[in-house]
Each structure stands twice: as structure tokens, then as C-alpha cells.
């Protein structure tokens, strides 16, 4: 099954960026195929998902990002500059950026500059495998 494959997958690149099972991932974004597979992903690996919105005011995503300390954001490719600007505030947890598309040069310097990964979805994809063994599930996961 494809999509399986792909959040697995996704999934296993998580925990290849260091992130283990019990820690946090934000998602912030509109539904779309990419926050539901990142949501798999980290159920896949016993990871919790964190919701990330701004409904409350611009703050709101980098109070989230540190209260939560969540340690890598899938985020859709229009919210990646309010990400980016709260980095100099958040970068303590915040290690790694996944984008549901592309990632510009700048961005990615942006980011880097302040010691976080920014990937595109396409290339964060390549650093998982569909084969991972998962962790073994328990009863307190839920």
C-alpha cells in the first residue's frame, strides 16, 4: 500500500533526524495529503503529533514549538517564513523543518544559520526506509 509505505517511511526519517519514540513533532498546516502523513508517521513510531496554528496571534506557533518542546515541524510551504522567524526563539527544541513541498536556498541558510535542517518533503522522504523495524506498541501509547 502506498500511502503505508510513505508514512513508514516518513516515519523512519523522523527517528533518523534523532527523534525518539514518546517525543514531539509539530504539524502546522491545512489539511492535505502531507499532515496526514506526517501524522502517520509519527504514529508509526510512538511519536506525538503537536497541532501548530497561529489562530491565536503570531506568538502562538513559537509558544507551541517551546511549551510542547517539540523537536521537528512538517509545515506547508506558505507558513515556512513564520516558522523561520520565530526560529531565533525556539531553536533550543526545534532541530529539524520538514516543508509539505519545496525549501528555498534561503531558507534553508536561514535555518542552518541557526542551527536547524530545513528539508523539502522530496528530500527528507530520501533519508527514511519502508523496512524500519517499529518500536514494539504498549498499551499506555494511547
Not at 109 to 129: M, T, Y
Request: with cysteine.
Amino acid at each position: 500500500d502506498i500511502e503505508y509505505d510513505a508514512a513508514i517511511r516518513m516515519g523512519s526519517a523522523i527517528r533518523s533526524r534523532g527523534v525518539n519514540p514518546g517525543d514531539r513533532c509539530g504539524i502546522y498546516g491545512s489539511n492535505c495529503p502531507q499532515w496526514l502523513t506526517a501524522m502517520e508517521a509519527c504514529n508509526s513510531q510512538a511519536i506525538t503529533y503537536v497541532p501548530l496554528y497561529d489562530t491565536l496571534g503570531a506568538n502562538a506557533v513559537e509558544f507551541i514549538i517551546n511549551h510542547a518542546e517539540v523537536s521537528i515541524a512538517f509545515v506547508q510551504e506558505n507558513k515556512l517564513p513564520a516558522v523561520l522567524s520565530c526560529l531565533p526563539n525556539c531553536s533550543t527544541n526545534l532541530k529539524t523543518i520538514v516543508s509539505f513541498a519545496n525549501v528555498s536556498s534561503a531558507q534553508k541558510e536561514e535555518a542552518e544559520g541557526l542551527g536547524v535542517s530545513c528539508f523539502s518533503w522530496e528530500e527528507f522522504s530520501q533519508l527514511g526506509n519502508a523496512d524500519c523495524e517499529l518500536p514494539p506498541k504498549r498499551r499506555t501509547d494511547i
